[in-house]
């Protein structure tokens, strides 16, 4: 559980630290671009992926090239959606990804649901309606951009993990997978700077981005690690990741960023819960 606890502080302080960094004037794309240089770095060192034999033939790049533009694309929706939605509302999107996932499984990947997955699935939908519902009353200027980016978490994150199995079904070992994804994640998001700022990154964009990096892939590399430890109750992993991630979002933007918690957030965050409860015991039956 130690090691669930950690991964789940580590997610929300990768929020906390690009919500603190924007506000102090930090440029979020450019700490972004450089999150991947160190994630990437770590990634190779600690899964330590056969990159030496990978096939240029056989590998997907067209699907490794759409992950590594979507990847930082969907980390600046995140970015966006701290500054305009909170990380409480934010951060509960992100982990209800999981719901447009497991859809994904159904259709694409044909994957069998139970009664208890499709309520967990339908209080999941629910959770995100009432925060997009909440977003919208509290926004006195009637400006949407918070419920678009809000959105774009939810449905980007889902994306992202359909095209990671997709990979993962075409044979690709997921160390290499994600390695592959980080370095062209970097690369494409390098010309961007490039182009649209004559510059690879302000010095303190850079050294803000590679701690962002090392907190990102310690979320990762601490919720693998957890799932190989645990592999006979997944159910556990699951559910305490996304739980833990929820309340430690709530405490985060209560204590530290001082954010309304409305009814309609509250009823959110009880159906979210509910949701991450109900599909976690579907799994383990």
């Not at 957030?265 to 949701?275: D, E, K, N, P, R």
């Amino acid at each position: 559980m130690e090691l669930i606890f950690a991964a789940a502080i580590c997610s929300v302080l990768v929020s906390i630290v690009l919500k603190a960094c924007r506000a102090k004037g930090f440029n979020p794309v450019q700490m972004i671009t450089w999150n991947y240089a160190s994630a990437s770095l770590l990634c190779f060192l600690w899964f330590k992926p056969d990159l030496a034999h990978i096939s240029i033939y056989k590998t997907p790049w067209i699907l490794i090239v759409a992950l590594g533009v979507l990847l930082p694309a969907i980390f600046y929706c995140l970015a966006r959606s701290l500054q305009t939605a909170g990380i409480l509302k934010t951060e509960l999107a992100q982990r209800l990804s999981v719901v447009l996932s497991l859809c994904a499984a159904y259709f694409v990947f044909n994957e069998y649901f139970n009664a208890i997955k499709l309520v967990g699935i339908a209080l999941g939908v629910l959770a995100v309606l009432l925060i997009l519902f909440s977003q919208r009353k509290g926004n006195a200027n009637n400006d949407n951009s918070g419920i678009i980016f809000l959105l774009s978490v939810w449905a980007g994150y889902a994306l992202i993990d359909v095209l990671l199995k997709f990979a993962s079904g075409l044979g690709m070992q997921f160390a290499v997978t994600l390695n592959l994804v980080f370095i062209c994640a970097f690369i494409l998001s390098s010309i961007y700077n490039l182009v649209q700022y004559s510059n690879l990154g302000q010095t303190k964009n850079i050294i803000a981005g590679l701690g962002l990096g090392v907190l990102n892939f310690a979320n990762i590399a601490l919720y693998v690690k957890a799932h190989m430890l645990l592999k006979e109750t997944p159910a556990v992993v699951f559910a305490g990741m996304n739980i833990l991630v929820v309340i430690f979002g709530v405490v985060a933007g209560l204590i530290i960023f001082k954010e309304r918690l409305r009814t309609a957030t509250v009823f959110g965050l009880i159906a979210g819960i509910m949701s991450v409860v109900c599909l976690a015991y579907a799994m383990s039956l």
